[in-house]
């Protein structure tokens, strides 16, 4: 039975069809979530704050340090906008992430977008191109069997560079 389920997930793409919530579910029987913390893969990470004058000059002040976040993940790849619309996301999971031990998300393996709530937004700064990637998409992760895969996320509002 396990088989024929997560099968039904990889053929079909499912967890990019998912709406909003953690608990986002296929219409199986039993139903399947995405997102579950005793998968033995997903997401673990920390959100970075750069804060501060980053110039390379005798008076650089940055500091950097882990801080306290809400954490979206979403399923597939999400499209870059100016800002990111919270209502335009449909994260498969939200976690609490604490600067002391960050954040872990048990998910099923697959491509996944992650960004931190700064500001009262969803937050990502990273545009990095991927061979592989829609052109106008945020940085993703792809999840593999059997893994947990470090997500760091670096909030660079406060910082001049």
């Not at 970075?48 to 340090?65: A, L, Q, R, T």
Request: with cysteine; net charge negative; hydrophobic share 35%.
């Amino acid at each position: 039975m396990w088989l024929k389920r997560h099968l039904f997930l990889i053929l079909l793409g499912a967890p990019y069809l998912l709406g909003c919530g953690g608990e986002a579910i296929l219409d199986t029987d039993p139903p399947i979530p995405v997102s579950d913390p005793s998968y033995p893969q997903g997401i673990v990470g920390k959100v970075i704050k750069y804060d501060g004058n980053f110039f390379p000059s005798p008076d650089s002040d940055g500091e950097i340090y882990p801080i306290d976040a809400r954490i979206f993940v979403c399923a597939g790849y999400v499209e870059q906008w100016d800002s990111v619309n919270p209502a335009e996301i449909f994260p498969v999971a939200t976690v609490e992430s604490t600067a002391d031990e960050g954040y872990r998300v048990g998910l099923l393996s697959g491509v996944y977008t992650v960004f931190a709530e700064i500001d009262g937004k969803p937050y990502r700064n990273c545009h990095k191109g991927h061979p592989t990637e829609p052109a106008n998409a945020f940085c993703f992760t792809e999840v593999p069997e059997r893994d947990y895969i470090m997500v760091e996320i670096e909030d660079t509002t406060d910082a001049s560079f």
